[in-house]
Structures are given as C-alpha cells and as structure tokens.
C-alpha cells in the first residue's frame, strides 16, 4: 500500500514535515509519495491509496494558495469518496490565531468527510507558537498512525 502525502503549503513547513515523515517511516509502508497540492483537483484521489493530508491554514483561517483548486474541486466537481481512508496534519499558530487555530486541515477534513471519505484517527495539530519542531513531533505522530491506519484499509 502506498502512503500518498498531499501538501499544502506557503512557507514551506508542511513540506518539510512530509520529507521528514517520508525518511523516517519509510520501514513502516511500501512506498511514500508526497505531492504538492500545486493545480490538483478530486481525482488525486482516485488512487488506491492511504491519503495523508498535511497542510498549514492561512489567512482568516483558509487553506494555502497552492491548495485552493484541490479545496475548491471537492466542492464543484463532487464525487463520492466512500473508497477513500485519510489522516490529516493541520498546522497553525495558535498564539497568533486561536481563533482559526488549524483551519486549513480541519477544512479539508470537512469536505473530505461530506463526500463519504473517512479519516483514520483523530486531526493531528501542530501550533507554531508551543515551540515543539513541526518535523519532530509530526513524525512521531505519524509512526503511531500508520499501522493503525494500513490496518484500517479496505482489502
Ligand atoms: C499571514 C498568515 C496568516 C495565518 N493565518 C493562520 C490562521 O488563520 N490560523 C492558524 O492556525 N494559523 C495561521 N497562520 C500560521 C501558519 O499556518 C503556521 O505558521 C504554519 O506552521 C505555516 O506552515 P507553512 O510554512 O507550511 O505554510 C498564519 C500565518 C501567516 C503568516
């Protein structure tokens, strides 16, 4: 099974956060792909795959530029996801945003959950303002998620 990562990103931190979860889980999957979000629409996910959503929240509380037609295209151009198995790994700042704290993940879970999708596990947030390392602890996650969450998939 492959893990196919989908990053949305402007400062680049949810790509290093994929890359770092890329090297080190390596062992725990047959292959990683991670993939800008960058012009993607709905058939991203045609794939069988294990999706892993991993992108920062800009500003009031929307999703990346570079993931605003993937966002959009589960909206206009709807399709049942009932195939589809995900994770999510939301980055914000809650120190600076508490209110919107992680929205570009929780949004995407949104739509995702409408068209049938169903997510493994609970969002994982990283707040920018605790001081933890987004790669470090988003890693850690990850290494905990995915047994469970290959176990999970259909057969
Ligand atoms: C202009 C601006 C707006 C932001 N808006 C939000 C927001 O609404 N909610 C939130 O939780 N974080 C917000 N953030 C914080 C980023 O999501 C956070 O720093 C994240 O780690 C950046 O990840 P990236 O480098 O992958 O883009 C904002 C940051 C900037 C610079």
Redesign the pocket.
């Known amino acids: 099974m492959k893990l196919k990562i989908l ?11 994929a890359q770092a979860i890329e090297m080190d889980c390596a062992d725990l999957v047959d292959e990683i792909e991670v993939v800008m979000m960058d012009g993607l629409s709905i058939d991203a996910f045609a794939e069988d795959a294990l999706y892993l959503l991993c ?8 999703v ?1 530029d570079n993931a605003q037609a993937l966002y959009a295209s589960l909206d206009d151009a709807p399709r049942y996801l009932g195939h589809v198995r995900y994770g999510v790994i ?5 120190g ?9 993940g929780r949004k995407f879970d949104e739509r995702l959950e409408c068209l049938g999708a169903r997510r493994i596990g609970d969002i994982f947030t ?3 303002s605790d001081g933890s390392v ?1 790669e470090e602890v988003a890693t850690a996650w990850c290494r905990a998620w995915l047994p469970t969450a290959l176990a999970q998939m259909p057969a």
């Open positions: 990053v949305g990103t402007v400062t680049n931190t949810a790509e290093y956060v992108t920062s929240t800009y500003g009031a509380g929307d990346p939301a980055l914000g700042d809650a600076s945003h508490g209110a919107t704290f992680a929205f570009g990283h707040d920018a987004a």
